[in-house]
């Protein structure tokens, strides 16, 4: 009878995984890890997404700041890094071999040699992607092919704890209100009936948004390649993705990333970030550190620190430097907050050309 009862349920679970597999076959689960330790004698913190053998993330010194991002593969016991930025000569190459909750390894850059050595710093987190490529068939050529590129990618810590409640419900709203065809005018809503199970940990509802939200994608670019005479209708992209940013005893930045295209003289990108603040235990603001009086001054600061960063000689007004405002008088809508200070970031058109992209401002505690 023993026997009988768990082989019922053994079939019971295969039945359920091999249904979830087939109603949702793009959705995809990894992991995020964040590792802090050292490379040669400087300290660093390392964040590793690994979605099957694909490797993407970030490293950074600790008394700097900025992160250097990475691609690479992975296998049972090793990670293979190199950095996205420069050329041959400026290319970082990492190699990590993993124990228990430890990273070993070697840092290269030319012919110079660091170890590495990191230690897991947190629990890991649950990471869902949906990442497809859309090519309709009925292209003649190659001239006439088309494809939609569609990512997005959230982070779902399943604990219970405070701050794990607070960054799903995050990351679920920003999928419950994601837009698309925002640049051409054709924008469409994805909305959905709030699931307080998937807020409290439950991803069964989350994943259903995600595949719907490429199907959807999916459909409606292959309709309009279909209704459309070839050569009108151009490629797509849209990528939204989620990832730790900055992550210490004190504070876990979460940046998303957002890039549209469709169709026009160029995409729209755009980043927003949440702060949690593990010694006030709530998402951070500028009220919790600044008073009144001192956000006051905020705007002279940011003024001083965008010209002593991008080496702007101090009499000049940043309209002669590529922006449409003499100086700061306000904070961004977009602030995060690490160890080391705060940054605040202006979107495109905002204070300047698209070709500036997105300004950034970092202030230092203590400025």
Request: hydrophobic content about 35%.
């Amino acid at each position: 009878m023993k026997k009988l009862l768990f082989l019922t349920l053994l079939l019971a679970l295969t039945t359920t995984l091999f249904s979830q597999n087939a109603r949702y076959p793009d959705v995809k689960k990894g992991k995020c890890f964040t590792f802090s330790g050292s490379i040669g004698e400087y300290p660093v913190s390392l964040i590793l997404e690994v979605i099957d053998n694909e490797v993407s993330g970030r490293y950074y010194y600790n008394r700097i700041g900025q992160a250097i991002e990475f691609k690479g593969t992975a296998n049972d016991s090793q990670y293979i890094l190199k950095t996205l930025y420069g050329g041959a000569s400026e290319t970082e190459a990492i190699v990590l071999n993993r124990h228990h909750n430890e990273l070993l390894g070697v840092w290269e850059k030319q012919e110079k040699k660091l170890s590495v050595t990191l230690t897991q710093f947190t629990n890991p987190i649950s990471v869902y992607q949906v990442h497809k490529y859309i090519a309709p068939n009925n292209a003649k050529n190659e001239d006439d092919m088309r494809e939609a590129h569609v990512q997005i990618r959230v982070l779902w810590p399943e604990d219970a704890s405070i701050e794990s409640h607070q960054i799903r419900q995050n990351q679920y709203y920003k999928i419950n209100n994601m837009q698309y065809g925002a640049e051409d005018g054709t924008a469409v809503k994805f909305e959905y009936p709030v699931d307080q199970r998937t807020i409290q940990g439950n991803p069964a509802h989350l994943i259903h948004q995600l595949q719907h939200i490429c199907d959807y994608i999916s459909e409606d670019f292959v309709k309009q390649i279909n209704d459309s005479s070839q050569g009108l209708f151009g490629n797509r992209d849209f990528i939204q993705i989620s990832n730790i940013q900055y992550v210490s005893d004190r504070y876990t930045v979460i940046q998303d990333h957002f890039y549209e295209y469709t169709g026009g003289a160029h995409g729209m990108f755009g980043t927003s970030n949440v702060t949690w603040d593990k010694t006030l235990n709530k998402l951070a603001a500028l009220d919790d550190y600044y008073s009144k009086k001192q956000q006051k001054n905020i705007p002279k600061w940011m003024t001083q620190q965008y010209k002593l960063q991008n080496k702007i000689p101090a009499q000049d007004k940043l309209t002669l430097h590529g922006l449409w405002i003499e100086k700061f008088d306000a904070v961004g809508d977009d602030i995060y907050f690490t160890d080391l200070g705060f940054t605040t970031s202006f979107g495109l058109y905002e204070i300047a050309p698209y070709s500036e992209g997105i300004i950034s401002v970092f202030v230092p505690w203590g400025q």
